[in-house]
């Protein structure tokens, strides 16, 4: 079945650092994929819907210069946590559309701690 | 604008007992489609079923089924002998016909004891 990948599975940095989570497709081409972020026992709020070769689409109150998109190809989005703080310290996961209408497949999730 | 409530924000069950987990939706979409998924201490998310509109058949699969009502907006996801292994964060979760952006519950902590 078609998967999705997500690296690295946990970063631990120093506040000031820009961390970059990479999400990919592994089996087919994702022309749409999707951000979350979730806080420990709350759950997954959508951040941005990335678009291949276009501009991310963000959700209201979601800081585009903070958290940075990049869908270069079909088959890898990016998600850059520029400058990060400790309350950037989150679960992100993300999601690629699947072809021919099949559910949304979740990556592993990429656990952010910034110290 | 679409919204999803999970009630029940934790439960624990002793194993073998059944055990429901309710969901009810908002949605001005005529077609739309429900989802649950389980999240266990790993994190990550495992899907289950995904049921859209137009389809008001429950199913039943293995330990799991799934009851999806209509008229009162609901979409219950019921565990019948519950072992161990079933603890996890269950979401439900809906997806209107226009776009792919997922609206999730809160979520539900499913604790079930030896």
């Known amino acids: 079945g078609a998967v999705v990948s997500q690296h690295p599975s946990w970063v631990i940095c120093k506040s000031g650092t820009s961390v970059k989570i990479e999400c990919r497709s592994l089996?087919?081409?994702?022309?749409?994929m999707f951000w979350y972020r979730q806080f420990p026992k709350q759950s997954l709020m959508l951040m941005a819907t990335s678009n291949e070769g276009s501009k991310a689409t963000y959700e209201q109150g979601v800081e585009k210069d903070k958290f940075l998109i990049n869908h270069a190809s079909l088959t890898l989005s990016t998600l850059t946590v520029t400058s990060a703080h400790p309350e950037d310290s989150s679960f992100y996961i993300c999601?690629?559309?699947?072809?021919?209408?099949?559910?949304?497949?979740f990556g592993d999730g990429t656990r952010l701690s910034i110290l | 604008a679409q919204k999803v409530t999970q009630a029940q924000t934790e439960i624990s069950v002793v194993e073998k007992e059944d055990v429901t987990l309710d969901c009810v939706y908002e949605?001005?979409?005529?077609?739309?489609?429900l989802f649950w998924y389980k999240q266990p201490p790993s994190g990550e998310l495992v899907f289950l079923i995904r049921r859209n509109s137009f389809d008001e058949q429950n199913e039943i699969s293995g330990r799991y089924s799934w009851n999806f009502q209509k008229s009162t907006s609901s979409f219950n996801f019921t565990i019948t002998a519950s072992q161990v292994v079933d603890s996890a964060v269950y979401f439900c979760?809906?997806?209107?016909?226009?776009?792919?952006?997922?609206?999730f519950g809160k979520g539900t902590l499913l604790t079930v004891n030896p």
């Open positions: 979760a809906l997806r209107g016909d226009s776009n792919y952006k997922l609206t």
């Open positions: 089996d087919f081409q994702a022309t749409t």
């Open positions: 949605t001005r979409d005529t077609t739309y489609y």
């Open positions: 999601s690629a559309r699947a072809p021919q209408d099949q559910p949304q497949h």
